[in-house]
């Protein structure tokens, strides 16, 4: 019986060491796939923002503007000097006025599409790491499943000898009981 439960003993050691390892194995393959994926996004973020800041570098300027522009062109072909400076400075003012809007709306624009972008990677990672808790659970239930197979086993084997034993020293008895009722009818 004693060799049995030391077998037990050494095989659950085993068994917990290879889980050990196997836990340890997924914990660093979940790192690095959550830390592969944080930088990939890392590296998207900044892909986005080199692509907004690429995209029109002018602004559209409004119809206004640009008769403004039109008139001074022509009263400088007349030679109307004063009216021209009067009118460019009016084109100046509301061209400076229509840049600083642009200016704000594609900041805010670039900012919104970049929080949204931001906010979609941080749902994927989200997605990821419920997977890696999914698949941390399994591995947690695969174990305990085992762990009881294990034990059970044991359980089986170790009833299996008592019963053994117990039969055996019924058969003992009986073989005794019988030499000494033999011996008692012959004396």
Same mark, same amino acid.
């Given at each position: 019986m004693l060799g049995v439960e030391e077998a037990h003993v050494l095989e659950l050691k085993q068994f917990n060491m290879n889980w050990d390892k196997k836990m340890s194995e997924y914990e660093e393959r979940a790192s690095t796939m959550a830390?592969?994926?944080k930088k990939k996004h890392e590296e998207e973020v900044e892909k986005l923002r080199e692509e907004l800041n690429n995209k029109q570098h002018k602004p559209k300027f409004s119809t206004e503007?640009? @008769?403004y522009r039109k008139v001074e062109e022509h009263l400088v072909k007349s030679k109307d000097y004063g009216e021209a400076h009067?009118?460019?400075e009016?084109?100046?003012e509301l061209e400076a006025i229509e840049t600083q809007r642009w200016m704000k709306k594609r900041i805010r624009d670039m900012n919104r599409s970049e929080q949204q972008f931001k906010e979609k990677k941080k749902q994927e990672l989200?997605?990821?790491e419920k997977r890696l808790q999914t698949g941390r659970e399994e591995l947690k239930k695969q174990r305990q499943f085992q762990l009881e197979r294990?034990?059970?086993r044991y359980q089986n084997? @170790?009833?299996?000898l008592e019963a053994q034993h117990n039969l055996d020293r019924i058969n003992r008895s009986k073989q005794f009981s019988a030499r000494f009722t033999?011996?008692?009818q012959k004396l």
């Amino acid at each position: 019986m004693l060799g049995v439960e030391e077998a037990h003993v050494l095989e659950l050691k085993q068994f917990n060491m290879n889980w050990d390892k196997k836990m340890s194995e997924y914990e660093e393959r979940a790192s690095t796939m959550a830390d592969n994926m944080k930088k990939k996004h890392e590296e998207e973020v900044e892909k986005l923002r080199e692509e907004l800041n690429n995209k029109q570098h002018k602004p559209k300027f409004s119809t206004e503007l640009l @008769k403004y522009r039109k008139v001074e062109e022509h009263l400088v072909k007349s030679k109307d000097y004063g009216e021209a400076h009067k009118t460019k400075e009016k084109a100046d003012e509301l061209e400076a006025i229509e840049t600083q809007r642009w200016m704000k709306k594609r900041i805010r624009d670039m900012n919104r599409s970049e929080q949204q972008f931001k906010e979609k990677k941080k749902q994927e990672l989200i997605a990821l790491e419920k997977r890696l808790q999914t698949g941390r659970e399994e591995l947690k239930k695969q174990r305990q499943f085992q762990l009881e197979r294990l034990i059970q086993r044991y359980q089986n084997t @170790k009833n299996e000898l008592e019963a053994q034993h117990n039969l055996d020293r019924i058969n003992r008895s009986k073989q005794f009981s019988a030499r000494f009722t033999r011996k008692r009818q012959k004396l």
